[in-house]
Nanobody
Framework: QVQVVESGGGLVQPGGSLRLSCAAS????????MDWYRQDPGKQRELVATITGAGSTNYADSVKGRFTISRDNAKNTVYLQMNSLKPEDTAVYYC????????????????WGQGTQVTVSS
């Protein structure tokens, strides 16, 4: 079993910053990509940022230059530093980890966290 837990959401004023964390734990053999998605009620979940196991990153156009994704492989943790936040960044942010478990080392499955609310408002 693999658990993925996000933390760090909250309420922030426009122009402010937040740092989200996501830790994967359990029967982990290897972790590939780790991603952050977000979803507003009534909208589709959208990819915000992704980082590969080798550290390559990619961002949605709407967050380029404002958000930074990073990871600590020793801690099985991914971070999302969010600066210059805007009201349109308000959403539930979800972490996804692509994991090969100790029971199935050659096959990767995706595991999702429960989400953390980010609200940008004055």
């Amino acid at each position: 079993q693999v658990q993925v837990v996000e933390s760090g959401g909250g309420l922030v004023q426009p122009g402010g910053s937040l740092r989200l964390s996501c830790a994967a734990s359990g029967s982990i053999f290897s972790i590939g990509a780790m991603d952050w998605y977000r979803q507003d009620p009534g909208k589709q979940r959208e990819l915000v940022a992704t980082i590969t196991g080798a550290g390559s990153t990619n961002y949605a156009d709407s967050v380029k230059g404002r958000f930074t994704i990073s990871r600590d492989n020793a801690k099985n943790t991914v971070y999302l530093q969010m600066n210059s936040l805007k009201p349109e960044d308000t959403a539930v942010y979800y972490c996804r980890a692509v994991v090969a478990t100790s029971q199935s080392t050659a096959v990767f499955f995706q595991y999702w966290g429960q989400g953390t609310q980010v609200t940008v408002s004055s």
